[in-house]
């Protein structure tokens, strides 16, 4: 008889490759399934993955995600920018879409009632099943018993028995888990902990420009984390690097906007992106920000280049000025 398949989220923290656990324990062939957006990336997920035996897709879904959740999020926001009702249920919607294609019968997270006070608590979990369209049809293994009887366990896919009644934000549960299958537990097994929607700074400066930014301008999300951010017109950012690193990550990105760089003075590159990129009063302002990080003393002359073609003569200022521009 042929095994049946389900689509597992994977994030790479303990909770996930737990579920998989359970799961393949019962026989049931898992694929898992990562959702890339630069807001929550594991650059390792694919060893990680690799490493505890889990079959991985990784689908990149930026855009969308955008657009579709964190714009205006149905169950809003938790203490940052973070929408996470929402984007669990924009996944397991996601993963439902691939079932058909990948041959799958149902979808599961590793999701622990309980376990985080706005997204996993019992209003939370009903909320994402009820906005992914695939009710009846996703599995939450580590809490099943908790929870109403779900499709595959009805239909005898999976032992209900087997299946677990974790229930909180202790981790001992998990713990005792992990042993059973062979799981050492490190650093790399965290939770979501590294969602930069969380973070209270960097989900600001998200926060501004997914309110003011068009489609096309969506190219700086990777940047997101990189050099002090400006926002210099309605829809135009800076972003000045504060390191050599940052400056050679900054200029990767020369052809997405127009790179500023101080010329016979020590400095920064800096990188105009957005609508007003070409516009010469946008390029002064920025100009005059990028000279406040180079090098040398106030009211001294100095010369920047942009790539678009001209440069500019100024004076450098002190810094302070431009903060209100920041974020
Ligand atoms: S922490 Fe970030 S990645 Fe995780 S559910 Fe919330 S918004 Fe999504």
Redesign the pocket.
Known sequence: MARIKAIGLFSGGLDSVLAFKVLQEQGVETIGVHFFTP??SRPEIKDLAKKFKIDLIVVPVLDEYIEGVLKSPVCGY?KNF???ID??AFMVRKAGELMPELGAEFVFTGEVLGERPF?QNSYGLRKVEELSGIQGYLLRPLSAKLLPETVPERKGWVDRARLLDIKGRGRQRQIELSKRYGIAIDPSLQP?GG?L??DPFISKRIRAYVRRFHRQDLVIYPLIKTGRHFLVAEDTGLIIGRNRFENEVIKRYKSKGVLLESVGVPGPLGLIFGKAAQDPAVHGLCARILASYCKGQYGDDLFVNFSDGDGLGIKKEDRKRFSRYAI
């Open positions: 807001f929550y938790g973070n929408p996470c984007c669990h997204s979501a969602c929607l969380t």
